[in-house]
């Protein structure tokens, strides 16, 4: 089985502009959530979706969005990037984030570096 | 508000020796801990969990640690440090909010000396 799949794994973006990153949950699994990890720090949360719906939203502005969509796969945005939106991006996938006690799948990441 | 500290941002150990690597959480609550981990230019990889069961969890890859209500704390731990365990890792704390986010700590990167 295909784990969590993220892309593209590695992106180069200049200040102001827009990216959009992607990512697929395991199959079954019907949330995804996104966390930021700057280099040497912790992955913080961006947002969580389960069945389509935002669940929460993390302490980012709101050039940062999200979606989900009705195969569970789920796209992030980040508007008017700044150079310290240079980060990894995590996804992770559950089934039912209420199930608290399963712990998420991560994918491996899209490593976005803005210039 | 639930949250974890990682003591220690840079752990060395020989290879061989135990591996102790410290979280100490706060939570007003029963919480669910977990330990990743995360090698160099990958995502993160669930270690162990603990959910209120047993006390002293075992994971993947000859990893354990104990959760000590008493202490606020849940160290991991293995007996023997191989060269492959050089890597970064995080405990975390699931958040009791709507959203069951996970709150990181700040990581620690651990070196095995040859």
């Known amino acids: 089985d295909a784990g969590v799949t993220q892309s593209p794994t590695h992106l180069i973006k200049t200040r102001g502009q827009h990216v959009t990153l992607r990512c697929s949950p395991i199959?079954?699994?019907?949330?995804v959530s996104w966390y930021q990890q700057v280099l040497g720090q912790g992955p913080q949360f961006i947002f969580q979706?389960?069945?389509?719906?935002?669940?929460g939203r993390g302490n980012f502005p709101d050039r940062f969005s999200a979606r989900q969509f009705p195969n569970y796969s789920s796209e992030l945005n980040v508007n008017a990037l700044l150079l310290g939106d240079s980060a990894l991006y995590l996804c992770?996938?559950?089934?039912?984030?209420?199930?608290?006690?399963?712990?998420?799948?991560f994918g491996s990441g899209t490593r976005l570096t803005v210039v | 508000a639930q949250s974890v500290t990682q003591l220690g941002s840079h752990v060395s150990v020989s290879e061989g020796a135990l591996v102790l690597l410290r979280c100490n959480y706060s939570?007003?609550?029963?919480?669910?801990l977990f330990w990743y981990v995360q090698y160099p230019n990958q995502g993160l990889q669930l270690l162990l969990k603990?959910?209120?069961?047993?006390?002293l969890v075992k994971g993947i890859n000859g990893f354990e640690a104990e959760f000590k209500k008493s202490e606020t704390s849940f160290h991991l731990t293995k007996p023997s440090a191989h060269m492959s365990d050089a890597a970064e890792y995080f405990c975390?704390?699931?958040?009791?909010?709507?959203?069951?986010?996970?709150?990181f700590g700040t990581g620690t990167r651990l070196k095995v000396l040859a």
């Open positions: 992770a996938s559950s089934f039912d984030p209420a199930d608290r006690g399963i712990g998420y799948t």
């Open positions: 199959s079954g699994h019907k949330s």
């Open positions: 979706y389960y069945e389509k719906e935002e669940r």
């Open positions: 939570s007003s609550v029963p919480p669910y």
């Open positions: 603990y959910t209120s069961a047993a006390t």
């Open positions: 975390a704390v699931s958040d009791f909010s709507g959203t069951y986010k996970y709150i």
